[in-house]
């Protein structure tokens, strides 16, 4: 693997997931141009980058994680913060998800269908 540190963010995300694939479409579309900074990582062939960060497979597959500046990992709803808020427009929606009264319930419901669709898929028990 090339030196992760060349990337302001690298996205660790699962391929064989379908809607994990969609999303990562989605916010490219919607990023434009901006996406060049960022190196998406599909976790399924990238293995050696979860050791290095010590990332579980399981962990890798239930909650999505950011590698930024090749050092910090920055995971579950924080990471989606820091994505939403790389584009401009959608620093407000970054905002308020970041309030704590928001954060906490989000982070559960987000649990909630990741385990759901990943128990429903087969690939969680």
């Known amino acids: 693997m090339s030196d992760l540190s060349q990337y302001p963010i690298v996205v660790l995300y699962d391929g064989i997931c379908p809607t994990c694939i969609k999303d990562r479409q989605h916010y490219q579309k919607l990023a434009g ?10 976790i399924n062939s990238h293995q050696e980058v979860l050791q290095q960060f010590a990332i579980s497979e399981l962990a890798a597959m239930t909650e999505l994680h950011l590698i930024v500046g090749g050092k910090k990992v920055v995971k579950e709803l924080d990471a989606y913060i820091l994505l939403l808020g790389h584009i ?18 989000l982070a559960r419901y987000y649990h909630y269908r990741v385990n759901k669709r990943l128990t429903a898929s087969g690939r969680l028990k």
């Open 88 to 105: 401009w427009w959608l620093k407000p929606l970054a905002w308020l998800i970041a309030v704590p009264f928001i954060k906490a319930p």
């Open 33 to 42: 141009r901006r996406d060049d900074v960022i190196l998406w990582l599909d």
